[in-house]
């Protein structure tokens, strides 16, 4: 009982908690009543089994409320755990990501960060992923923006392709102009010699 107390003691030592909630540092002796205590309190697994930092009523296996500093996000990615592959229009796209309104705004939480970025609603209007209307995935955001980048290339790709075929256009065009202009001065070179030869004869 005194190794499981000092494990409790420890783990009030490395959490800091806001400054609107405080852990007891006497918790209840009785498991049940620990159990219920770390149950109602910003950490810990809401009866769902859901945990929450800074929420006593998480909605996901992991719920945090407030901002994360790590120096990595690993989000899996391997094929072998994806299924159900379909295409996707690069240029559909980033025509979707040019009207989608992004404006600045702070969380109601947290009014001294200011962000950039669009409201989850818009977000899935416009391209109908993630879990619903009030949330964007990383994945998803990150994944938008990679087919936008693609559907740009691919249209200053087009652009680049058609100023190349405009100006082989123009350069056979002045080429004709060229030709028909030494031919133009070639006759008028013939004329100006057979003028000078009836001048001769008079």
Same mark, same amino acid.
Request: one cysteine or more; a positive charge; hydrophobic letters at 35%.
């Given at each position: 009982?005194?190794? =499981? ?24 002796? $009785? ?17 769902? =089994?859901?945990? =929450? ?32 592959? $379909?295409?996707?229009?690069? *240029? ?50 990150? =994944? ?42 070639? *006759? ?7 003028? $000078?030869?009836?001048?001769? *004869?008079?």
């Amino acid at each position: 009982m005194r190794r =499981g107390n000092t494990k409790i003691k420890r783990l009030e030592e490395q959490i800091k908690f806001d400054s609107s909630w405080r852990l007891r540092q006497d918790l209840p002796s $009785k498991p049940n009543q620990r159990q219920a205590s770390y149950e109602n309190s910003p950490f810990g697994p809401a009866r769902g =089994g859901n945990v =929450g930092i800074g929420t006593s009523t998480p909605a996901y296996p992991l719920q945090v409320v407030g901002s994360c500093a790590a120096t990595t996000f690993v989000t899996v990615s391997d094929r072998n755990a994806k299924e159900n592959f $379909k295409p996707v229009s690069a *240029r559909d796209i980033l025509a979707k990501v040019a009207a989608l309104p992004l404006s600045r705004w702070n969380y109601k939480e947290d009014k001294t960060q200011e962000h950039i970025g669009p409201m989850a609603q818009d977000f899935h209007f416009a391209f109908d992923v993630g879990p619903d209307d009030k949330h964007i995935t990383t994945v998803d955001e990150g =994944g938008v923006a990679l087919a936008a980048i693609q559907g740009l290339n691919q249209k200053v790709e087009d652009r680049s392709q058609d100023l190349e075929t405009r100006s082989r256009r123009i350069e056979a065009e002045n080429a004709e102009l060229r030709r028909q202009n030494d031919s133009l001065n070639s *006759r008028l070179s013939d004329l100006e010699a057979a003028v $000078k030869a009836l001048a001769a *004869r008079k």
